[in-house]
């Protein structure tokens, strides 16, 4: 069985589990089409990390889009950009994305938007949270057919960040960056291991207790879907129509 | 600035696809590499903007319109409205590209159809839709071609897609 629960949606489920990686007094952005990451950030805001500077890119709402993208980029090269959020049409075990073409490069299967900066991201933001709504076998690949970004590099590469966390719409995992591979720390209500491990393409590090992805309390709930449901359709109004939100 | 130097990139496939990217040892940082990407210099730009006045200033939403039309031999702007001030003096509202670096205007109203240019309008949502579901076919696209561009000037295409609703 996919996630179920009556009492939250997916999107605040993951919004409350990205919440707790956001820490104060730092820089938080998010780009194109990340409404549930937004919803996290928001939260850590209204919570523990009423100090945190969130820049997402590209954003209407003057309050939010405070500086422009490619001063986002110059924040990461700079080294003060401790979260950014990527997804991926392709993920695989060791990290890598792939936002490019599905396919030969050269006839792809399907162009996809490009990197926007993740070349660059991936490599420069402390710490990168991936995140995708649909864990299938499709998405989570032994390798990506085209490496828009990687998940490790060599020695002479100037790397101070990479992945971290991997959300689903099914389980949480930790990238081990000495291994390169991920962890699974948690699996959404409803959601068994083995389930993980059937719509999963690569090999993931299994410990033997798996716990459930802690759910979201009555208070952050009651945040999410207040003033962070307008913010985030602000942005994103198709996350709230489609019921991104509950309540 | 004939080539920029980036952080990250190195070991991703977008540099196969580049052959004229370098990557050197990084000057300022021993026994670490950086990617070097040469300067882009396009022979024609062309970019829609909000608005132009008489002399040919350019008010455009972004500020890489500006660097794109330094960067550019031949700058040709498409803009929602010609207006009677001298947008240098009033830059308000966007970001100014001074007429030195444009070469042409052209009026084209409802220009980034259907894309949306805020404020003056939103992304026709339902035509993206439409082009979506026509392209999946090559007879599909092609009728989306015949119907909305082959044939058609741009105040043709202008009229039908501001007075005709999509065709389900």
């Known amino acids: ?247 | 600035m004939p080539f920029i130097p980036s952080r990250g990139v190195i070991g991703t496939d977008l540099v196969n696809l580049h052959p004229n990217w370098k990557i050197i040892e990084d000057p300022y940082n021993e026994g670490h590499d950086i990617l070097l990407v040469p300067a882009i210099c396009p022979d024609i730009a062309i970019i829609h903007a909000f608005k132009a006045d008489q002399n040919g200033n350019v008010l455009a939403p972004g500020y890489e319109d500006r660097m794109v039309a330094q960067a550019s031999d031949k700058v040709l702007v498409t803009v929602e409205e010609i207006v009677d001030y001298d947008l240098s003096e009033d830059p308000r509202g966007g970001h100014l590209i001074p007429w030195p670096f444009v070469s042409l205007v052209v009026h084209t109203p409802k220009g980034s159809h259907p894309g949306g240019m805020k404020p003056y309008y939103e992304a026709d949502n339902d035509h993206f839709s439409h082009y979506m579901e026509a392209s999946k076919t090559r007879d599909g696209f092609d009728a989306y071609l015949d119907k909305f561009v082959r044939g058609h000037t741009e105040d043709e295409y202008r009229e039908m897609v501001t007075r005709v609703a999509v065709p389900a």
């Open chain 1, 1 to 247: 069985m996919p996630f179920q629960s009556d009492d939250y949606t997916i999107g605040e489920l993951m919004a409350t589990r990205i919440s707790r990686e956001v820490r104060d007094d730092t820089y938080v952005s998010s780009g194109a089409a990340s409404p549930v990451p937004m919803a996290g950030v928001l939260l850590a805001q209204e919570t523990h990390a009423p100090d945190m500077i969130y820049v997402p890119i590209g954003a209407s709402n003057p309050a939010l889009n405070l500086i422009s993208g490619k001063e986002v980029f110059d924040l990461a090269q700079r080294g003060r950009l401790d979260i950014f959020f990527l997804g991926g049409a392709q993920i695989d075990g060791h990290g890598n994305i792939n936002l490019t073409t599905i396919g030969d490069h050269d006839r792809p299967d399907v162009r996809l938007p490009g990197a926007a900066g993740s070349g660059m991201l991936y490599f420069m933001t402390n710490r990168i949270i991936l995140f995708r709504l649909e864990h299938t076998k499709r998405v989570f690949v032994e390798d990506v057919d085209f490496i828009t970004s990687a998940g490790s590099s060599g020695e002479r590469v100037e790397r101070p960040g990479g992945p971290s966390m991997l959300i689903t719409n099914i389980c949480v995992m930790m990238y081990q960056k000495d291994q390169k591979k991920f962890l699974l720390e948690s699996v959404h209500p409803g959601v068994t291991v083995d389930e993980v491990v059937e719509n999963t393409g690569f090999e993931l590090l299994i410990p033997d207790e798996v716990p459930v992805t802690t759910a979201p309390t009555p208070e952050q709930l009651e945040l999410l879907r207040g003033s962070i449901k307008d913010r985030v359709g602000g942005e994103y109004p198709g996350f709230v129509t489609s019921g991104g939100f509950g309540g």
